[in-house]
């Protein structure tokens, strides 16, 4: 004979309800497997004749396993609603046990018994929780809260502020995590560097149903998942982590910001989130720029530190401010006809030989071209509204090629071989030059007079003959 809790309900009148109920004890106290225990609680409940409220509250607040407490506490619910102990209980947990879904348990019940006595627990839980972790940012709470109106019903916006004022104790006191709320309810939640495996091991994450960032970064996340529930998530940060495709994003149409650099993704797709407005892709291994007509809102994409060949598949991003491709296998400036609204450009450190594709943008202020193989300065005529000007560490023989840029205020043109000074003299906003490691001999105060706005010059390792450098260290900074 197969002697289980299965067999003994199907035998129950030959075993006996008493022989059956100290098995079934004996079961639930010692058995190592947990569904074996969950049937036997479940039989042991139907059998229970309103004498064994102690051997569930035992179970409920002691067993090593979280599971057994659950559905110990389930049974308790079942079986002794009007116990007169059951409300004190529940007072106990709430306050005491350190356990999220415990507590979380309480107040529903609690809740649900809806007696002046309940609804006093839940709201002296509040108060106290506000009064330790929030001390005199009372103002920040409904002042329903700190009323002593007992006869009405707890409105559910109130419970919820109960809920997250749970998890706000267990995620920043037991976890660490950096926690943010707004009005009682968590709005931020921090867990860089949490050593997180999945995103599912946050506890009770998904009851953050008004959470608008997401921080994750720094932890060893292999898939994006179990998201979905977070419909008011403006930004998600899931940088530095481990994930190779992205996915399961779709439903979040508030997110405006994502953050995946550091990953190891190699297809830029699913990404289908029309109020986006920051995507940051950069440290992947991307090759190809794809995928990304829905984004028509996007203001800034980085796309560094990748392994991209060729501009392209950019056209829908008319509203794109800022582009960073730094670092990548780029050739050749192309495909930005239609960026009219680029402000910044960041394409330094890839293999670039000549400047072009640029005249449509009309807008550009910043612009990075340093670490290339740029031998001429060109096609920056029609930028007339370029501010900081990047183009260190090329093979730049002069400065011709500048004269349009009037409002040009920073110039970084250091590591080059530039002999001369000629070609700057229409640069009336610059304020900022930068020219060392050059091949400079010939210094004098004729080359800079018209730049009234110059205060800094730097012309250190280039071979200035002893006269030049005189003066040059004489009036480094101008006026």
């Known amino acids: 004979m197969d002697l289980n809790p299965d067999y003994i309900k199907k035998n129950l009148e030959q075993i006996g309800k008493k022989t059956a109920r100290d098995i079934l004890k004996e079961w639930i106290v010692n058995s190592d497997k947990i569904s074996i225990r969950e049937t036997a609680l479940n039989l042991y409940s139907s059998l229970d004749e309103g004498k064994e409220f102690k051997f569930f509250e035992q179970l409920f607040l002691s067993d090593e396993s979280f599971e057994i407490r659950g559905f110990s506490g389930n049974i308790l619910r079942n079986n002794y609603f009007y116990h007169k102990k059951f409300v004190s209980l529940l007072e106990f947990t709430l306050n005491d046990v350190n356990n999220m879904d415990q507590k979380f348990f309480a107040v529903e019940i609690l809740n649900l018994i809806d007696t002046k006595k309940a609804r006093k627990i839940i709201k002296d839980y509040l108060k106290k929780a506000i009064k330790l972790n929030f001390k005199k940012k009372n103002y920040e709470f409904a002042e329903e809260i700190f009323n002593s109106n007992y006869d009405t019903p707890i409105p559910r916006a109130i419970l919820e502020v109960c809920f997250n004022l749970i998890l706000y104790d267990y995620y920043v006191n037991s976890c660490g995590y950096n926690v943010t709320l707004r009005e009682g309810l968590i709005i931020l939640l921090n867990c860089e560097g949490g050593k997180l495996n999945d995103i599912s091991e946050i506890q009770a994450f998904n009851k953050l149903v008004k959470l608008e960032h997401l921080q994750l970064q720094r932890n060893n996340i292999h898939n994006i998942h179990g998201l979905s529930h977070l419909t008011q998530l403006k930004t998600l940060n899931l940088s530095q982590n481990q994930i190779k495709k992205i996915e399961n994003l779709n439903g979040l149409n508030n997110l405006q910001e994502i953050s995946l650099s550091s990953n190891k993704i190699k297809k830029i797709e699913n990404l289908d989130l029309g109020n986006l407005k920051k995507l940051s892709l950069d440290r992947n291994l991307i090759t190809e720029i794809e995928n990304l007509d829905n984004l028509c809102d996007l203001a800034l994409l980085n796309l560094s530190y990748n392994a991209i060949l060729k501009l392209k598949n950019l056209d829908n991003l008319g509203n794109l401010r800022n582009l960073f491709l730094s670092f990548n296998q780029i050739e050749t400036i192309s495909g930005l006809e239609k960026l009219e609204n ?65 409002n ?38 004729s080359y800079v007079a018209n730049l009234k706005n110059l205060n800094f010059i730097f012309l250190n390792e280039n071979p200035l003959t002893p006269e030049s450098w005189e003066i040059y260290q004489k009036r480094t900074r101008f006026p």
């Not at 000629?422 to 004098?444: A, C, M, P, V, W």
């Open 408 to 445: 040009l205020q920073e110039l970084f043109i250091d590591k080059n071989r530039i002999k001369g000074l000629e070609g700057i003299s229409n640069l009336k906003g610059l304020i900022i030059l930068f020219l060392e490691n050059n091949h400079i001999k010939e210094f004098n105060m």
């Open 342 to 406: 680029l402000v910044t450009l960041h394409i330094n450190n890839n293999k670039i030989t000549h400047i072009q594709g640029l005249k449509h943008l009309l807008s550009l202020k910043v612009l990075n071209l340093s670490n290339n193989y740029i031998e001429r300065i060109e096609g920056l005529e029609n930028l007339v509204d370029l501010n900081k000007l990047e183009i260190s560490n090329n093979k730049i023989l002069s400065l011709g090629g500048l004269d349009n840029l009037t």
